[in-house]
């Protein structure tokens, strides 16, 4: 079981970006799918994470800017982030709390491999 992340990139104060992570492999089910970020010099944080039954918490500093969604036909989970400030300069990475297939109902706490998110002008 793997997590691929993709669409970070290089945006201007104000900008937008979606990020996307799909997971792949021996997947019975998804449980709950989030993102985190890290910028440098600093711990692992929570942005948004997303339950299997769709309960969302993001954290105080995106809330009203970014949105997480899921789709489960696809085993994605994305970012929608608007109104990008500077100081969400990061590395994002994605997670996902997954039941394995085979060997059936292991439980997988996995992590894609990061994308980098720079805001500036």
């Known amino acids: 079981v793997q997590l691929q992340a993709s669409g970070g990139g290089l945006v201007q104060p104000g900008g937008s970006l979606t990020l996307s992570c799909t997971a792949s492999?021996?997947?019975?089910?998804?449980?709950?799918m989030g993102w985190y970020r890290q910028a440098p010099g600093k711990k692992r944080e929570s942005v948004a994470v997303i339950s299997s039954g769709n309960s969302i918490t993001y954290a105080d500093s995106v809330k009203g800017r970014f949105t997480i969604s899921r789709d489960n036909a696809k085993n994605t989970v994305y970012l929608q982030m608007n109104s990008l400030k500077l100081e969400d300069t990061s590395v994002y990475y994605c997670n996902a709390l997954i039941t394995s297939s085979q060997p059936m109902g292991v439980l997988l706490d996995k992590w894609g491999q990061g994308t980098q998110v720079t805001v500036s002008s």
């Open positions: 492999g021996s997947i019975f089910s998804i449980n709950r």
